[in-house]
């Protein structure tokens, strides 16, 4: 396993930097800021925070589609700003949410037009051309649709040939605003495996919003957090997960996340404790059953035990529940056992 | 260098073989419709007869064929060429400037601005302008009218794209420039109110649009500025792929967008303009004609459907200009009117057929 050794200069890099929009008659709406921002070569970064806290606008200033309200923003140690559009266009590519309405135009067209900034006047293509283009294909698993319009596609198919034309285009430095909307969950495992794979093998810099939280815990080397208060923080995502940092950025009422699992509990359960004896693939779904039904397990002693098969799978052993004044009981399934507790749940005595 | 992220497998084929098809097919049959244009008319000449004459193998049978062929026929088949392949292209870069299929010359009130630089001129100009202005006028009242007309295109198309730029939804633009058309139409109707009878006559025999009044140097000038319309669009034609994908994208990927915006503008201005000045609106080729060639070539990439809808262009004006003599008869068809009736349906056929694509 190696780790991304930081180097030099960063990839991108902000400072005091402050997002927003210049409303009507001039005066400023901020949306976040001021922050301090780096991301290297080497390493994805997942932005991550609640609905409206600003990430689209942090990747949009970022990505120099719209200008910051304040402070200084640099690609690759040069001013954003002063980059001509060509040589912005060598150093970074970008995903966007807005939908592409391109009619007639081809997958591998469009996923050719990333080449723009590296052909000539006329845009005539080289060897290399063709080879990053149909790499771009394959690697996003693009290919097989190659030759069919656009307009033809679904959201998801579209989301994937976006990604195709950004990572044609070979940018040390690519940007993507929720690029796993619209996909389903085996897309969007491919495509955060794939940008990882793409950091780490070629040394680009990655940054993504995203809202799959799980996903993003998994993948990202880095997790900007945004939270609605407007500072962004900045670590690897197990840190601030322990350090209750990204609780704290989407905390809601009545809503909980859980840092033992690295999930938001669905279930608020108000039932009596269950003691849950065991480990494993068994106990982590008998867990979830349990607070789907309203219980709430715990570690230790209860009224209540279960204990769950040694090892998962069909016929390899049964769940046993034990209760106040109740004799073990055998279960061959959760559903048995989830009906016994139910039973016992009516039992006044319970 | 080698490709980033995956070994190198050799470029599939492209669909190139089809792409020359569909171009020879067009350069084929823009050379039939224009033999057949110079043939057809009151005087029917033999296509042969035509075809040598434009070779130059031979004279003509008689002095009459001679001068109906040279004086009156080719220039207009020439004017029809120029019209069609100009309105074509102009039309093009409109829908891919905006992002919207129904875009076109006379949709977004181009025509519109035209024809009130030319109903300027007329009223500056007194009585006898028009169309026939062109042949009192002379050449130099010939350039006052392309300039009136292009300024007039030009100042409607700024001025919804400056309106383009607060507004990002395509078909709040399409209803901008309807009304930006509404407006520039009332101030002529209004000019109309207030005019003596015969220059609105005048003014209306223009807006029938006529291929026929274009000869000699008026010819030359308007094929010049026609000429470099299209050579402005061509070179726009890299640029113009990355505008399919809108403005943000084509940024990203190193396009100076307002350059060439500028660019583009100023190319369909001139195309529009000096049509519209010499020949009167046509309606239709500029909406239709893109479509059509995105059908037949089927791609999007300007490098093919920039010469493309060039090609059918002045095929479609050529064949409706054939229509439009009503073979068999003495009578002709203002070329306005013939264009309508047969892009109206094409138009329709793009509007039904879209929710099919989309909802696939």
Known sequence: MSFPSPQPTPALMAEALTIGYAGRRGTPRPVAGPLHLALW????????????????????????????????????????????????????????????????????????????????????FSAHDHAQVQAALVATGTALFAHRPVGELSDGERQKVMLARALAQDT??????????????????????????????????????????????QAADRVWLLPATGELLAGPPEDLVLSGAFAAAFQREGLAFDPATGTFELHAPTGPPVQLV???????????????????????????????PAAAGAGLGFWLSEGPGQPAQQHSSIAALLQALGAAWENPAF | MTPAFLPPTTPPSLP?????????????????????????????????????????????????????????????????????????????QMQTLFRNPLAGPSA???????????????????????????????????????????????????????????????VVLLIVGLMVASVTGAIVSLWQYFSAPEQIQEYLLWTF??????????LAVLATVVGAGIGL???????????????????????????????????????????????GPIGFVGLAVPHLTRALLGTADHRMLLP????????????????????????????NVVTSLLGAPVVLWVVLRRPLRSAA
């Not at chain 2, 089809?18 to 050379?31: D, F, I, W």
């Open chain 1, 41 to 124: 070569p080497g390493e994805l970064v997942c932005l991550l925070g609640p609905n409206g806290a600003g990430k689209s606008t942090l990747l949009r200033t970022l990505a120099g589609v719209q200008a910051p309200l304040g402070g200084a923003l640099t690609v690759a140690g040069e001013p954003l700003a002063s980059l001509g559009p060509e040589v912005r266009a060598r150093q970074l590519s970008i995903v966007l949410t807005e939908r592409v309405e391109a009619g007639y135009l081809t997958v591998q067209e469009l996923v050719r037009l990333g080449r723009y900034p590296h052909t000539g006047w006329l845009g005539n």
């Open chain 1, 172 to 217: 040390p430095l690519i940007l993507l605003d929720e690029p796993t909307a619209h996909l389903d969950l085996p897309n969007r495992v491919a495509l955060l495996r794939l940008l990882h794979q793409l950091a780490r093998t070629l040394g680009k810099a990655i940054l993504l919003s995203t809202h799959e939280l799980d996903l993003a815990l």
């Open chain 2, 16 to 92: 190139a073989p089809r792409l020359a098809r569909g171009l020879l097919a067009l350069v084929v049959l823009v050379g039939l419709a224009f033999v057949l244009d110079v043939a057809l008319g009151p005087v029917r000449i033999p296509l042969l007869a035509v075809a040598r004459l434009l070779l130059g193998h031979g004279a003509a049978a008689d002095a009459a064929t001679d001068f109906i062929v040279h004086q009156i026929r080719l220039p207009k088949a020439l004017t029809a060429l120029v019209a069609g392949s100009g309105l074509a292209v102009s039309g093009l």
């Open chain 1, 278 to 308: 065991g480990d494993g693939a068994a106990a982590f779904w008998t867990r979830r059953a349990l607070l789907r039904a309203g219980l709430v397990p715990t570690a230790g002693p209860a009224a209540w035990r279960v204990t769950v």
């Open chain 2, 209 to 218: 649009g006529a291929l026929g009044g274009v000869t000699g140097p008026h």
């Open chain 2, 308 to 335: 493309g809808a060039c090609l059918l262009g002045a095929a479609l004006v050529l064949g409706c200009d054939c229509l439009a003599q009503l073979p068999g008869s003495q009578i002709t068809l203002p070329i």
């Open chain 2, 108 to 170: 977004l009130g181009l025509t519109a601005g035209a024809g009130l630089g030319v109903a300027l001129v007329m009223l500056a100009g007194g009585g006898g302008a028009g169309a026939l202005a062109v042949r009192q006028l002379g050449l130099a009242g010939s350039w006052a009218l392309v300039l009136a007309a292009t300024a007039g295109a030009a100042l409607v198309m700024a001025l919804v794209l400056a309106l383009a730029a607060r507004v990002r939804d395509n």
């Open chain 2, 233 to 279: 669009a061509l070179a726009s034609a890299k640029p113009l792929n990355a505008l399919l994908l809108g403005e943000n994208y084509a940024r990203s990927l190193g396009l100076r967008v307002r350059r060439s915006r500028t660019l583009i503008i100023l190319s369909t201005s001139l195309l529009a303009g000096s049509i519209t000045a010499f020949c």
